[in-house]
């Protein structure tokens, strides 16, 4: 049977189900995915790669053929997304920038990142951007923004102001709003005495990164909670109370990390809440086991439960959703193959659901006709949809990816 044929048989098992499986596959191709470029090289950039990841994030694992330069990155990122059906974003973070100088993170420019737009432009991407308030002696403290040191905390109030000049450049040239997460790893190791202090303080120096002009018609900005780093364990400054309450009375966008909340805890279950009092939200989908581990995003029951959450009540439209993980024990290429195509997977198959008929039901009490369907739908040909939608976006349909990124490998990667 060919693929389509197959997609024909799971198209007639659907409709009897009142779905419509054209219809899901259009829906998806209109979401972009923010591919996050940090896996193509274990969080190091190019700005100063020789300085150790800090900032209470990790990458474990020394698997050979990490990129050394934009070029490399860029190669990879073009690679990767050959197996990926659908048209995304690209998210760089500062020590990204592309360029001989050398330059400090305060002085950073749009031309910095000229070569980056060019790219985007000619593939009609678009870029999303981040400030990198850690990798850096000014950050050695364990305290960037929030410091008591003046000298500390202007210096990345500073970096934080020339990073949305950057982003509303990417807007502008590319026709897209540039989504700029600011996240800092501010936080004590051990229990502080004072907890409000630093949160005081990184709210004043938030408040005057915001104070520079930037048109909103090209750059939005958000701030990512999170609930501990390795390092900053009894205290982050940027809590989720402290992020949440910043983005919703400053009127930005509030930013949910996967792996930033209690290991029990879901970030599917915040999504409806938070967009209740924000306008947008970004999402960065990880996965944590056990901490904020960044393990390649699988598409396990939380992943389907956030899209459910975006797709079931329409929130898809003011979510952005960011890829955020990055494993440096197996071949990067197919990191990000993997984790964005599972993304992928579980907004269509949200989209493969009776949601009207589901959500009628439920206000009627009968829930076990709820349960029941949700559990059959489980067992839906699902597969036979998906595989019909990489063919017609042209990318490897199942695992037949996998061979050319192993061939890669041979031929690129592993000459590095
Ligand atoms: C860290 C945050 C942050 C970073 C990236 C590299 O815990 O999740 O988003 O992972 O900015
Ligand atoms: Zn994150």
């Known amino acids: 049977m060919t693929t389509y044929e197959r997609y024909q048989a799971a198209k007639a098992i659907y409709r009897e189900m009142g779905v419509d499986t054209d219809a899901a596959i259009e829906a998806v191709k209109k979401i972009p995915i923010s591919i996050h470029c940090w896996q193509g090289d274990d969080v190091l950039g190019f700005l100063t790669p020789d300085v150790a990841l800090s900032g209470g994030i990790q990458t474990t694992g020394n698997y050979p053929g990490r990129a050394r330069t934009a070029e490399e990155l860029r190669r990879d990122m073009d690679f990767a997304m050959k197996m990926i059906p659908g048209k995304h974003r690209v998210n760089l973070h500062a020590i990204y920038a592309d360029t001989d100088e050398k330059v400090e993170l305060t002085d950073l420019e749009p031309r910095h990142f000229a070569t980056w737009v060019d790219w985007a432009k000619e593939r ?7 400030p990198t308030c850690f990798s850096h002696p000014m950050a050695a403290s364990g305290f960037t923004i929030s410091s008591p040191d003046k000298t500390v905390r202007d210096f990345w109030v500073k970096h934080c102001q020339a990073s949305r000049k ?13 989504v700029m997460n600011l996240w800092f790893p501010d936080g004590y190791k051990d229990i502080p005495v004072d907890r409000e202090a630093p949160r005081y303080r990184m709210m004043t120096a938030l408040d005057e990164v915001l104070s520079v002009p930037v048109d909103p018609k090209y750059h939005i900005d958000a701030l990512e909670s999170k609930v501990f780093g390795i390092g900053a364990e009894s205290y982050t400054v940027g809590s989720h109370e402290f992020s949440y309450g910043y983005a919703m009375s400053r009127g930005i966008a509030y930013c949910l990390d996967a792996g930033h909340f209690h290991p029990t805890e879901v970030i599917s279950d915040k999504i409806s809440s938070v967009l209740l009092y924000t306008k947008e939200l970004l999402l960065h989908v990880s996965r944590p086991v056990r901490w904020d581990s960044d393990h390649v995003v699988i598409l396990d029951d939380e992943l389907n439960a956030i899209a459910q959450a975006l797709v079931r009540t329409n929130l898809v439209e ?4 960011g890829l955020d993980y ?14 964005t195509r599972n993304m992928c997977k579980a907004l269509l198959k949200a989209y493969l659901e ?3 008929t589901l959500k009628k039901i439920e206000v009627e009490g009968d829930y076990t006709t709820r349960l029941a369907l949700v559990e059959e739908l489980k067992s839906y040909p699902f597969g036979a949809v998906w595989d019909y939608y990489c063919e017609q976006m042209g990318v490897p349909v199942r695992d037949a990816w996998l061979a050319d990124v192993k061939q890669y490998e041979k031929d690129v990667l592993s000459q590095r």
């Open 124 to 130: 009609g991407l678009g870029l999303d951007f981040n």
């Open 166 to 178: 950057i982003s509303e450049y990417f807007g502008k040239s590319l026709g897209t709003k540039s």
């Open 318 to 321: 003011r979510t952005h959703i």
């Open 326 to 339: 990055f494993d440096a024990s197996i071949n990067r290429v197919a990191a990000w193959v993997i984790g």
């Open 354 to 356: 009776p949601t009207e």
